[in-house]
């Protein structure tokens, strides 16, 4: 259903994604970017819907899923994963894309539209926004800057389930989805995360700083659909209703009830995002 594919980083690292559809279709391709520490396996069902009328990538960032881990936290930092991006874009051959972000996969499409403003067709935003100063934040880097080891899929299964509360997986099959999409069997026997631990290093050890309402105004030229979880503690409803205000034709949704962040697979997400796309493809 997917092709397996691969591509080099200016700095050699061998980069993973996947690719779904027909790379031929008319409709513009959609690249869907990850939340920080996720992989392509968050999009699957996502890819499969749509890969009927759409070419559809979804990559592993470097030191995530089956990309190549590397031994320089530093090259986790945002910048170098934008660089990242903007090299799969060309090895890909995708000049004209929808861009889907979940959570820092938003931030990277704010970003893109900023460095290569012509090559963005349109994006979905699930569950960011511009302001970061957040406690959603602290608890995601807190949280994924440590390993959490399991002895077995049925006590990963469990402890996700206890862990993510509030996110909008319905049934034991959904919720095994993400938990393999999450962990992957290490040497020891145990189930380990599926990614280096590393990668918060920048975000916690920089200083930099970045106006992020800026790059949200760079997408003021194409159409963008934000997706709000009603419980999430990383994107306020102030801060939607922020956005809508400075990007007028803004598309909205949020979903009562569903934590940082939705999958994207809630009946609701799927309308709104169809609706987007045909906005696009008209």
Known sequence: MYRECHFRAQDGRRLYYREYGDPLSPAAPLLCLSGLSRNSKDFDLLARRLAGRRRVVCPDYRGRGRSDYDPDWRKYGPRETVADLRDLM????????????????GLMAMALSVIAPTALAGAILDDIGPDLKNDGANRILDYIGQDHPQPDWDTA???????????????????????EATFREGDDGQLHVDYDINLVRP??????????????????????????GGLSDV?????????????????QLTLPGVGHAPSLNEPESEQAIDD???RIDA
């Open 157 to 179: 299964v469990a402890t996700m389930r206890q862990t993510f509360p509030t996110l909008s997986h319905r049934n034991d099959v959904e919720w095994r989805r993400f938990t």
């Open 203 to 228: 975000l916690r050890e920089t200083r930099e700083e970045e106006d992020v309402w800026r790059l949200f105004g760079a997408l003021r030229r194409i159409p963008v659909l934000a997706v709000r």
């Open 90 to 105: 060309i090895a890909a051959d995708l000049h004209h894309v929808v861009i889907c972000g979940v959570s820092f996969g």
């Open 235 to 251: 994107l306020s409803a102030a801060t939607l209703a922020k956005m809508a205000a400075t990007k007028p034709d803004l598309a």
């Open 276 to 278: 987007l796309l045909r």
